[in-house]
């Protein structure tokens, strides 16, 4: 038995538990009838992908794909064959990502373009096997990197071109970048992250799945410098910019917690996450070179931390530093892949009155 008055180590309100109020209170006005179903996956077991490392030379490929595993990728199914047949989801990953291009004067969207050479291995809808762990090849790299299979899209997204400069501006620890490295089409990747733990992470990561020649300074900068002062070192310079927050994390703080963003000792930084995503997001935008594209992209739900800060970024990118921008829709992103993964219903991001002249 517990005396309670004694048991001033037992935290009464577990962080888990906080995250879980939050969310029903707020996404079930925000999603309506989605949410019991979203709120059902996202308190289930995660599905990971393996993002296939080009630079290995392990035949963990084929020895995943006879195991029944498929790059969703490259394995797209006609988008009007089924529209309910989905293996991930805004439920499961909530991933959401926004582009936005800077300094253009043109409201065309773009047709969709997808590397050839990002490979993400999943297991068939329903099967929840684990992956082994990555093994080394006979030069130390490692075959795969496993992440939420959703994280992959914001890679996708971002559409790196042969010789593109890219910065990824909270990159620790790295999953992200190394699915732009394996575009093999960046000519100089900037990754930087402001905590240098992470970013020790992140080196580690980097060096157990690229080649050595292609880590030298010419073609990598690592950095651990304050993102939001982005624009005090470089403007005007990047190709693309990936701009992955830091956010609620809502799936990660319904599981563990640990170092959970709504343990009580950190209300005031998850009340101050939008602005300071909005603040990441405007140094990307100046980091981007006329008629670059950003990505914006966190794993939350949240409205507050997905349209109301790109809403906000933009607005004050032109106001404060006559830097206009467009918002491209990613619906052809969505299309082509809403067989494998639930999308979020539109979120009014209206790229034909965004802000563009
Ligand atoms: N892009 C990473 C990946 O794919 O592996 C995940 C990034 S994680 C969602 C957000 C990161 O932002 C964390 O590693 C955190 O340390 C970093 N961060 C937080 N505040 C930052 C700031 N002011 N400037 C730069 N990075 C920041």
Redesign the pocket.
Known sequence: RVKGKWATTRPKHLPTRLALQHFDATYSVQLGQLWPSVRVALLSERKYGALFNNFSNNPDLEKLQAQGCRDFISNREDPTSSEHNSEFGAEEDSSSVSTVRSHIDSQQQSPLWLSPNIKCLVFPRGDITRFKPARPDKFSLLSYYL?DAA?VLPCLALAVQKNHTVL??????????L?LLQTQSVRFLCV????VS?TSR?KRVLHSYIPKPLLTDDKLRITS????MWGEIERNSFDRV?V????T?DRHSLMEDDNNIFSRSRVGERRSLPQ?QV??LLAGIIAACPGGEILY???TLSLNQNQGVVEQAIQLAEENHGIQLQVVSLRPLVQKFRNTFHFAPDLHLDESTSHCR
Do not use: I, Q, W, Y
């Open positions: 992440m994280s990824d501006l909270c990159a620790a620890p790295g999953g992200k970048a699915a930087n992250d402001s905590s992470r992140l410098f304050d993102g939001t990936l992955d927050v830091p956010c994390t300071l603040e990441l992209s966190t794993c």
